[in-house]
């Protein structure tokens, strides 16, 4: 016997199984004569987890849940050894999630802490804040002091015609090109 063997156990309609052989084949036994209704059913016990019987009319096959505070389900298959083992493998998988999640809730704890103690202490770049934030309040107010005056110093014209600005504009291109100025029949009208 192996020592996984020792250590096995499942309990299963109120007979306790160490050899997952037998176990195996009992499981299979007692979903052969199951009801193919999809109400589970309580047919053990495996490491303190509740063995369940469902069939799964849809899909026409049998499952086994492994139910505590969660429930685990697996397909029941044909062989024997294969669904002790499929069991053990999501016990197995359970052990190592415990693992991984303590891991993770010690390194929020770990974090939390850091958080609260950044909280309590003073903000080390305050000084710098409060020089760049009054410096700021001192700019905006030369801008609106200097926008006050010379809004009351600038008369306030009509808009020029969209024609009038066209020909100031091709007036400037002209210079750029070269053309000096010299009108060409028609031109005016294109604008």
Known sequence: METQELDFSIQLQGVTFHE???????????????????TPQVIGNYRGFDVEYTYDT???????????????????????????????????????????????????????????????SPFSQEQKLQEKTARLTELNL?????????????EEKEPESILSQLKGKQ?????????GGVQTPGRESML
């Open 171 to 179: 007036a400037e291109v002209s210079k750029f090109v070269g053309m």
């Open 142 to 154: 030369v801008l609106e002091m200097d926008g006050e005056l010379t809004r009351g110093d600038v």
């Open 20 to 38: 997952k052989e037998k176990a195996g084949q009992t499981l299979l036994a007692i979903s052969k004569k199951a009801s193919h209704t999809e």
């Open 58 to 120: 849809y899909y026409n096959k049998a499952n086994i849940r492994l139910k505590h505070a969660e429930s685990y389900k697996l397909s029941l298959g044909n062989d024997s050894a294969g669904n002790m083992t499929r069991m053990e493998n999501i016990i197995k998988g359970i052990s190592e999630e415990l693992v991984e999640s303590k891991q993770k809730l010690d390194n929020m704890i770990t974090q939390t802490e850091k958080a609260k103690v950044e909280i309590n």
